[in-house]
């Protein structure tokens, strides 16, 4: 495994899987960010598969981030106090969302969860006082299948989660 900066982007790269993992760089990450679903390195092309454990922690200036279709998962405290992100696109490949994910995001107004999570780990919206919409893209029954953590969305303003089938209370 190598660690490389690439457009501005800390990876993990595995050369075995052909895979990458976005870390956290020295620096912190500022606007807004689009991860590509591949990067390119030293004519190698790695498919983008997770976000790493604190890949964007107390990124302060972060204020949105698009995640491609190939993540399959969000690490623990991966966006945790980054107060100015307002906006973040989770694909329908993400299929788990780590402790502590999006810990005190409190300027994060509205969250979309995909119906392929599996799980959702303890205090994952925890502090996220801005929360007024959490939807979720499946169906009530597929709701409460999901693997909830401890204190998940607690204590978050809404109190109502909106399925495709009608809502639940949270």
């Known amino acids: 495994m190598k660690e490389k900066i690439i457009n501005g982007i800390n990876y993990r790269l595995n050369d075995w899987t052909k895979t990458a993992e976005v870390i956290k760089k020295g620096g912190l990450y500022e606007g807004n960010i689009i991860i590509p679903e591949t990067v390119v390195f030293n004519e190698l092309t790695y498919r983008v598969t997770s976000i790493g ?7 302060y200036p972060l204020t949105s981030i698009t995640i491609p279709d190939s993540v399959k998962s969000i690490g623990w405290k991966a966006f945790a106090f980054c107060y100015p992100l307002t906006s973040i696109t989770i694909p329908d490949s993400v299929k788990s969302i780590g402790w502590e994910a999006f810990f005190y995001c409190d300027s994060l107004k509205e969250i979309c969860i995909p119906n392929s999570v599996t799980s959702i780990g303890r205090h994952a919206f925890d502090g996220c006082d801005s929360l007024l919409s959490i939807t979720y893209q499946g169906t009530i029954a597929q709701w409460k299948k999901i693997k909830l953590g401890y204190f998940w969305k607690t204590p978050i303003p809404t109190a109502v989660l909106h399925c495709t089938d009608g809502d639940v209370k949270v």
Do not use: P, R, S, T
């Not at 454990?53 to 990124?59: L, V």
């Open 53 to 59: 454990k604190e890949a964007f922690a107390f990124c």
